[in-house]
């Protein structure tokens, strides 16, 4: 039976998502993609490791499979992206996303944004939200990707990264090890071998820390990359399973239906026949 994979939000590798943040979570959450937010109104509370107060100016990010918690919210207004790691990770923005991996090594998840960039930063996300709503392209994708690239390159020079006093986390650099090799023929094995701990540990460890096992993070990036690439690229299914690390179409085509209830060929026929609607709603939820 093949396993089940973190839950991810969007159908591309990219979306994002405004709101209004009330109340409390009582249970830390954890999710596929990664999202950085930046807060424009009120305050929050987030325990991520740590408790963390936020205020406007604010951007706080959160690397895939990092449990977190909203503690409090006073009115907290936000604008943040999501995305898929493994979709970008071997692209020309994977340098960028330096961030994140030194966040799950212990450094501070929050970056002040100076109040000369913010508005800078929140164009750069509304014309994303832009391209992302409308139908999918290779060039849509191309220019979606140079945004991105924008905004990352803000959040790195806002951050003082390289004073950071750090701790690698070995369950972090699994993380990463699969964010950056998903696509090739790896398995737990692999996984276990580049963070010197055996199979049986690393699996316990990365279910105790995110709730999904190694084998559910390497599908779930595999399945990312496969929508953005029947989005953006009308390459065979065939071609597609074996571009994301399976010789099998058919165990492909049994994964992506197991996850998205439908076959990748009606998918892609779902997904790009209409423009997106506001799809990044759900990173509200934190």
């Not at 090799?181 to 199979?199: K, T």
């Not at 997106?276 to 990173?283: D, E, N, R, T, W």
Request: glycine fraction near 10%; charge should be neutral.
């Amino acid at each position: 039976m093949a396993a089940e994979h973190p839950h991810h939000w969007g159908p591309g590798p990219l979306f994002v998502g405004r709101g209004i943040l009330k109340g409390c979570n009582a249970r830390p959450a954890s999710h596929a993609h990664a999202a950085l937010t930046l807060y424009t109104g009120g305050q929050a509370t987030i325990e991520q490791p740590t408790r963390l107060r936020l205020s406007p100016g604010d951007m706080v990010l959160i690397p895939a499979g990092q449990k977190h918690r909203l503690v409090e919210a006073e009115g907290a207004e936000f604008v943040g992206l999501g995305f898929h790691p493994s979709a970008f990770a071997l692209t020309e923005v994977g340098p960028l996303l330096e961030p994140f991996e030194r966040v799950r090594q212990g450094a501070s998840a929050v970056v002040p944004i100076p109040s000369g960039r913010q508005q800078h930063l929140l164009r750069l996300m509304s014309e994303i939200d832009e391209e992302t709503r409308a139908p999918a392209s290779a060039l849509g994708e191309q220019v979606v990707r140079s945004l991105f690239s924008l905004v990352l390159a803000e959040v790195a020079r806002s951050g003082a990264w390289t004073g950071a006093d750090v701790h690698a986390s070995w369950v972090g650099e699994a993380l990463t090890f699969i964010e950056r090799h998903c696509l090739e023929p790896i398995s737990l094995r692999e996984v276990a071998a580049a963070v010197g701990r055996s199979p049986s540990h690393v699996t316990t460890a990365l279910r105790q820390a995110t709730g999904h096992s190694a084998v559910e993070w390497i599908i779930s990036g595999r399945l990312a990359e496969a929508r953005r690439r029947l989005l953006s690229s009308d390459e065979r299914i065939d071609i597609i399973a074996e571009r994301v690390g399976y010789a099998d179409p058919t165990h492909f085509i049994r994964l992506f239906r197991r996850a998205e209830g439908v076959t990748p060929a009606a998918w892609r026929k779902q997904h790009r026949s209409t423009a997106v609607p506001g799809h990044g709603a759900s990173i509200s939820a934190l």
